[in-house]
């Protein structure tokens, strides 16, 4: 069972899912961000309430619905192996924006869905946390780091991961948080993050618009790999309980990433491109990359795509549309 199915994280993974097996997948997704064209790009599915028994192998079923309903969450995760709970509000920005909101979706939604889990006997809790978790601390990002988080979105994730870990040792839900990194790549047509933005811009001939120096640093992870770790992560036995970091540990300053984009965007035909710097946002570190160890000790994942090449495959799918996925 995946929220957010419909969104960029959650499409890439059950496209993934269809590609491993005969494996049964219910969505819950409110349709805020993806949409049902966006699910039916990667699969056929079915509509439901949630009502009734589990989808049958190999096939998908849409319930539309929001994290914050938590009868929904009850009904629909049962007879669920596995839920990986995608669903969130995204962004720093959004978040200093409308702190509350934030923590509603991020805090109660995630508890919606470990209740969810709790009670209908599911046998692992897979939930999308963020570097930003971590805040404003000395990179590389690590799990053995105590969290700072700075801004309401970083707080709202580390709150998730905190409720994890009590309904691992106090209910025995085998949950795993993992840290992505900064995601792109194909079907990342509604994320507002940086390559993505950056991307549709130069499509429409807008100039590109650098927050900042440019000099503040991410570790930018390619979809295809996060959905092998979260796969793994749902799959690996004695891993409950956990948290990992799941990104390229990689430092990329966002300049670099930019420099590393302009010929991708050129090679597809969209040159001279402006780049502009303009105030930073409130709520960013200045660097953000993260330690893999122990993502590679304990499920046996490191990343393999590298960003040139991913940022070229990311520029392509955009370009070219869904026929490229």
Sequence with gaps: MITGGCGFLGTAFIRGLLERGEHAVRVVDNLS?????????????????ARGPFPEP???????????????????????DVV?????????APSVE????DCFANVIGTLNYLEAARHGGVSR???????????EVEPPLSEEKVPHPVSPYGASKMA???????????????TVALRFGNVYGPLSGHKNSAVARFIRRAMNGERLEIYGSGSQTRDFVYIEDLVRAVYLAATVPGVGGEVFQIATSAETSVD???????????????DDIDVIKTEPRQGDVMR???DTQKARRLLGWSSEVGLEDGLRRTVSWFTEGPRNT
């Excluded at 409308?98 to 909101?101: E, L, M, N």
């Excluded at 809790?125 to 805040?135: Q, R, Y």
Aim: proline letters at 2%; a negative charge; one cysteine or more.
């Design 33 to 49: 961000v993806g949409t049902r064209d966006d699910l039916a790009g990667v699969c056929d599915f079915s509509e439901s309430d």
């Design 58 to 80: 190999g096939s998908v079923e849409l319930v539309v619905g929001d994290i914050l309903d938590e009868e929904l969450a009850l009904q629909a995760a049962d007879g669920a």
């Design 84 to 92: 990986v709970h995608f669903a969130a509000n995204t962004g720093v």
């Design 98 to 101: 409308d702190p509350r909101r």
């Design 125 to 135: 809790f897979v939930s999308a946390s963020s570097g930003a978790a971590l805040g």
């Design 160 to 174: 998730g991961e905190a409720y994890c870990s009590a309904y691992h040792k106090t209910f025995g839900v085998q």
């Design 256 to 270: 670099e990433m930019v420099a590393l984009l302009l010929p991708a965007l050129a090679e597809s035909g969209f």
């Design 288 to 290: 953000n990359y993260a």
